[in-house]
């Protein structure tokens, strides 16, 4: 994050990969417009967290992430 300019840019970036990605993680579409929504760091990694916590497959997969 510090050598993007403040934690906004730094989000603005990642929502793009989100976003991006959210095509091949099954049943991750609400949880990706909580994403693109958060404004907060925090917040944003406590949505990723639960993202990457294996709930949710990775097309392709046999297994969760």
Known sequence: R????GPRHA???MRGLWEYLSES???SRKLIKKIR????????D???????????RWIG?????
């Open 11 to 13: 989000l603005d970036k």
């Open 37 to 44: 929504k958060v404004k907060d760091p925090q917040q944003y």
């Open 2 to 5: 510090e050598h993007l300019k």
């Open 46 to 56: 406590t949505l990723v967290d639960q993202l990457l916590s294996g709930k949710y």
């Open 25 to 27: 993680i099954e049943g």
């Open 61 to 65: 997969s046999s297994q969760p992430h």
